[in-house]
Antibody, heavy 122, light 107 residues
Framework: QVQLQESGPGLVKSSETLSLTCAVS?????????WGWIRQPPGKGLEWIGS???????YYNPSLNSRVTISEDTSKNQFSLKLSSVTAADTAVYYC???????????????WGQGTLVTVSS | DIQMTQSPSSLSASVGDRVTITCRAS??????LNWYQQKPGKAPKLLIY???SLQSGVPSRFSGSGSGTDFTLTISSLQPEDFATYYC?????????FGQGTKVELK
């Protein structure tokens, strides 16, 4: 059973860097599949942030491209998200997910973490 | 960027009703269209991928159809656990985009 769990600060100050980690159990991220991040502002819809393939390609949403980095730590079987220069508009529930690899940037997502709310404060 | 438009944005239905949700892409996306269900406070759940393939474990009352620009998610007989918000998502090219969601409420 594949399980994903997000962790990181729930409160980030404006202009600083948001950092989240996704711990994966039940599957080794170095064995394949894409892995990604998706977010959802409170009361709003879903937004794809970016995807990565083990030791390979990364894909980022152009609207966030210059601020986003997704990386992996295979020794801990986890992957991470860094989003720099955050503003109130980055306040959202952040989800990590395993992606099937069937389409662009590895989507769709078949396994999801429970999500973590990150609030950007001024 | 490809824009995804769902209709309606919300609907009211009763248990046992047949429910249809439509998703339209701003350009052809072949069959690279996926559907998710999201309940309040929960992560989305993949229902349908590649327009019409049922994800493992998803009840057969859910079905998807369409190709090109027009797609449909159908729930053949609405069950109490199906009241949720549904999102379409294109995986034809990047940036990957989602529809704005359709909330299915109890009439």
């Amino acid at each position: 059973q594949v399980q994903l769990q997000e962790s990181g600060p729930g409160l980030v100050k404006s202009s600083e860097t948001l950092s989240l980690t996704c711990a994966v159990s039940g599957y080794s991220i170095s064995s394949g599949y894409y892995w990604g991040w998706i977010r959802q502002p409170p009361g709003k819809g879903l937004e794809w942030i970016g995807s990565m393939y083990h030791s390979g390609s990364t894909y980022y949403n152009p609207s966030l491209n210059s601020r986003v980095t997704i990386s992996e730590d295979t020794s801990k079987n986890q992957f991470s998200l860094k989003l720099s220069s955050v503003t109130a508009a980055d306040t959202a529930v952040y989800y990590c997910a395993r992606l099937t690899g069937g389409g662009a940037a590895g989507l769709p997502a078949d396994y999801w973490g429970q999500g973590t709310l990150v609030t950007v404060s001024s | 960027d490809i824009q995804m438009t769902q209709s309606p944005s919300s609907l009211s239905a009763s248990v046992g009703d047949r429910v249809t949700i439509t998703c339209r892409a701003s350009q052809s996306i072949s069959t690279d269209l996926n559907w998710y269900q999201q309940k309040p406070g929960k992560a989305p759940k993949l229902l349908i991928y590649a327009a019409s393939s049922l994800q493992s474990g998803v009840p057969s009352r859910f079905s998807g159809s369409g190709s090109g620009t027009d797609f449909t998610l159908t729930i053949s007989s609405l069950q109490p656990e199906d009241f949720a918000t549904y999102y379409c998502q294109q995986s034809y090219n990047t940036p990957v985009g989602f529809g704005q969601g359709t909330k299915v409420e109890l009439k």
